[in-house]
């Protein structure tokens, strides 16, 4: 079965750096978004990416997010300059259609130290 | 999008039925019922949705009240690995596709 896969799995890196999450959707999926899980707490959304445009965005996605598909295959989140709160759970997500399921990686767990 | 209401935790014998209860007494005509699971922290992980019929697949059942306020998944034989926090979620579709809002859900231990 089809999955979305999440690069790396784990990432580390220091206050101020720039991080970029990786992901693949399954391949014939429109709708992307990304979530994030700080640890105990709920998953929140942050964005979401249709027709290669920003479709809706949470209060969380502020200046220092991005978001790219740069080719047909990769979604990419951006954080530019990284801060403590940013460690958490990076979920990214895919869906086929409007009315479908969402389909989730088993994320990325960033440590901003 | 309609706020839902779960049991914050619940415990089911491995090998049993375990009923996972939802209230959405203020879900619209045109939001789905949708159920999720997540284990320790991998992605969240689709159960099952639907409108207002109910709904079978080889994880669950997911059955809706006739007024569509509140519903019930229904996993037939609970086992280990069934234990996680399963989310209810209702949403409404969209064009331009629609985000999921997770709430706390239930965190559902299944023991021998």
């Known amino acids: 079965e089809p999955e979305v896969t999440q690069t790396p799995s784990h990432q580390v890196t220091q206050m101020g750096q720039e991080v970029i999450l990786r992901c693949v959707p399954i391949?014939?999926?429109?709708?992307f978004y990304w979530y994030r899980q700080i640890l105990g707490q709920k998953v929140e959304f942050l964005v979401s990416?249709?027709?290669?445009?920003?479709?809706?965005k949470s209060e969380i996605f502020d200046d220092q997010f991005s978001v790219e598909r740069p080719d047909g295959s990769n979604f990419t989140l951006k954080i530019r300059s990284t801060k403590l709160e940013d460690s958490a759970m990076y979920f990214c997500?895919?869906?086929?259609?409007?009315?479908?399921?969402?389909?989730f990686g088993n994320g990325t767990r960033l440590t901003v130290t | 999008d309609a706020k839902t209401t779960q049991p914050t935790s619940m415990d089911c014998a491995e090998g049993r039925a375990a009923n996972l209860p939802c209230n959405h007494s203020t879900i619209s005509g045109n939001e789905y019922v949708y159920w999720y699971r997540q284990i320790h922290s991998q992605g969240p992980q689709y159960i099952i949705h639907g409108l207002k019929n109910n709904e079978t697949n080889e994880m669950a059942s997911l059955i809706i009240t006739e007024d569509r306020k509140s519903s019930t998944l229904i996993l037939p034989h609970a086992t280990l690995r069934d234990t996680a926090v399963y989310y209810c979620?209702?949403?409404?579709?969209?064009?331009?596709?629609?985000?999921?809002?997770f709430g706390g859900g239930t965190r559902v231990l299944v023991k021998p």
């Open positions: 997500a895919s869906m086929r259609l409007s009315n479908s399921p969402l389909h």
């Open positions: 391949s014939n999926h429109l709708y």
């Open positions: 979620i209702v949403r409404v579709d969209k064009a331009a596709g629609n985000k999921l809002t």
């Open positions: 990416f249709y027709n290669n445009e920003i479709s809706e």
